[in-house]
């Protein structure tokens, strides 16, 4: 079992549509999540994080957390082509204290 | 300048050459980490200093890999007698002091390092 799993995609959805991107993890001690974008041959951006169970919004962004079933997920809401790009997970904590440890990512295409 | 800054942005090298990457982490930060991108793989973990201690080297290659972080100056990978394989482009992140996990890391540009 991979340590982060993320469907790769290629997700598509319409402009003004909501994505939803998910991700699983295999390290139970795992405290904190991270989400970053990162566009083709450019570096990892943050955009998200999230350390508790529910859900956490921030502008477009909504992070929901699952603990008990290991199970993190991000949605962009009213999704714009400049949305495009490959979304990382990565857990942190746990029996990793200080590396993130990243899942394959999902490339998501916003068509116009 | 907020961000972490790497230089240099790309770097060409001989097999059997050394090649330098520098990462000096954003301000208030203490804690840097490098990590790896080959060529359309995922982003792998390599090592986690903070100021002249090396945390977790468990992602560095056995041999020719090293890593620094010293008093002064910017955070050093180095890679001796480069292969092929090396090909990849090199991220660091820093983070600050806190507490547990929780600190979000930021990136730098990254090195995309060529080895020809």
């Known amino acids: 079992q991979k340590e982060v799993e993320q469907n790769s995609g290629p997700l598509s959805v319409p402009e003004g549509a909501i994505a939803s991107l998910n991700c699983t993890y295999s390290?139970?001690?795992?405290?904190?999540f991270f989400w970053y974008r990162q566009y083709s041959g450019k570096s990892p951006e943050l955009i998200m994080f999230?350390?508790?169970?529910g859900d956490k919004e921030d502008g477009r962004f909504t992070a929901q957390l699952n603990k008990a079933s290991q199970y993190v997920s991000l949605l962009i809401r009213d999704s714009q082509p400049s949305d495009s790009a490959t979304y990382l997970c990565?857990?942190?904590?746990?029996?990793?204290?200080?590396?993130?440890?990243f899942g394959q990512g999902t490339i998501l295409t916003v068509h116009p | 300048n907020a961000g972490v800054m790497q230089n240099p942005r790309h770097l060409v090298r001989r097999r059997g050459q050394e090649a330098r990457l520098r990462c000096s982490p954003m301000?208030?930060?203490?804690?840097v980490y490098w990590y790896r991108q080959l060529p359309e793989e995922g982003l792998k973990f390599m090592v986690y200093?903070?100021?002249?201690?090396?945390?977790?080297e468990s992602g560095m290659p056995k041999e020719r890999f090293s890593a620094e972080f010293p008093k002064e100056g910017p955070s050093i990978l180095r890679i001796q007698q480069v292969v092929r394989g090396d090909s990849a482009a090199y991220f660091c992140?820093?983070?600050?002091?806190?507490?547990?996990?929780?600190?979000?890391?930021?990136f730098g540009d990254g090195t995309r390092l060529s080895i020809l």
């Open positions: 992140a820093s983070s600050r002091a806190g507490q547990g996990s929780n600190q979000p890391q930021h």
């Open positions: 390290d139970r001690g795992s405290q904190s």
């Open positions: 999230i350390y508790s169970n």
């Open positions: 990565a857990p942190k904590g746990g029996t990793s204290y200080g590396k993130l440890t």
């Open positions: 301000k208030g930060h203490s804690h």
């Open positions: 200093l903070q100021k002249e201690n090396i945390i977790d």
